[in-house]
């Protein structure tokens, strides 16, 4: 997955279904305007109306706002760049089970050698509901082990 958040792109490149159709004359996967290469930080701020604002008239909206603040944690982990730290702490709060699971799987990856770390997902280990979520938190430490 890399640094990608979304490849409705890659999707329709690789379908089966679509070796035997001609491409329009637009390209209609192109990118619009503010959706163009967004910044990570921005999007994982996003709250569920933002969301629906920023992405109404995209594919994108179908995955909804939880998957895509899973895939943007994901892409943050991958991304080496440990200014994402302080946002992905944030997002161990989040609502959503999965966003939390993969914002600690993202910080264990950023940062594998800080201790911190490691005290802030446990701490979040320790008030988790999400059996889901817990196992997935627990898998990520014992990596880091």
């Not at 491409?23 to 503010?34: H, I, T």
């Not at 967004?38 to 939880?66: N, T, Y």
Request: proline share 5%; aromatic share 6%; glycine share 6%.
């Amino acid at each position: 997955m890399g640094n990608r958040i979304y490849g409705c792109d890659d999707c329709q490149l690789v379908c089966p279904w679509n070796s035997e159709i001609e491409a329009p004359g637009k390209d209609l996967l192109a990118p619009r305007g503010e959706n163009y290469l967004p910044e990570l930080a921005m999007l994982l701020q996003l709250d569920e109306a933002g969301f629906r604002e920023s992405f109404r008239k995209s594919p994108v909206k179908r995955i909804g706002r939880v998957a895509l603040h899973r895939n943007v944690c994901i892409a943050m982990g991958n991304s080496g760049d440990k200014g994402f730290v302080p946002l992905l702490i944030k997002a161990l709060d989040d609502a959503a089970a999965m966003v939390r699971a993969h914002a600690a799987w993202a910080l264990a990856r950023l940062a594998p050698e800080d201790e911190r770390i490691h005290e802030v997902i446990s701490q979040t280990m320790d008030k988790e509901l999400d059996q889901q979520a817990y196992e997935d938190m627990r898998l990520t430490l014992k990596e880091k082990e």
